[in-house]
């Protein structure tokens, strides 16, 4: 076995500090959302206020998707697709999110009045 010296044990304390820290000043906070995006197919979106609290029915190509806007999150509650992976995905918060359902052609984007800055733009 490695015996460990003081300046070993030095080093890996600093280490274990240095993750929280790096993780605090590289994690920032998402734009606040002001509002979700609803496109079904290739007709105009529609928008909507993420304050409200309401289910939208929405007609897309296999039937309807039901879609609940509550507490500044949406989720799809209900939709007529085999997988259901658009309901499995949950609720959703944080603006640039998006939520679709491929086989029912209908899509959810968050929206926030300022784009949040991330690790893709340049």
């Not at 697709?81 to 949950?90: Q, R, W």
Request: hydrophobic share 40%; proline share 5%; with cysteine.
């Amino acid at each position: 076995m490695i015996e460990m010296k003081p300046g070993d044990w030095l080093v890996l304390i600093f280490s274990l500090l240095l993750i929280p820290l790096s993780w605090s000043l590289i994690d920032h906070p998402s734009a606040e959302t002001s509002a979700i995006e609803i496109t079904v197919a290739d007709a105009s979106p529609t928008t909507y206020s993420i304050k409200q609290q309401t289910q939208i029915n929405v007609a897309g190509e296999l039937g309807h998707s039901v879609i609940e806007i509550r507490d500044g999150k949406v989720r799809f509650t209900n939709s007529p697709c085999s997988g259901k992976v658009c309901i499995l995905s949950g609720w959703h918060q944080h603006s640039g999110d998006h939520i679709v359902c491929l086989p029912n052609r209908v899509s959810i984007s968050l929206l926030a009045e300022q784009d949040r800055f991330d690790g893709i733009n340049f």
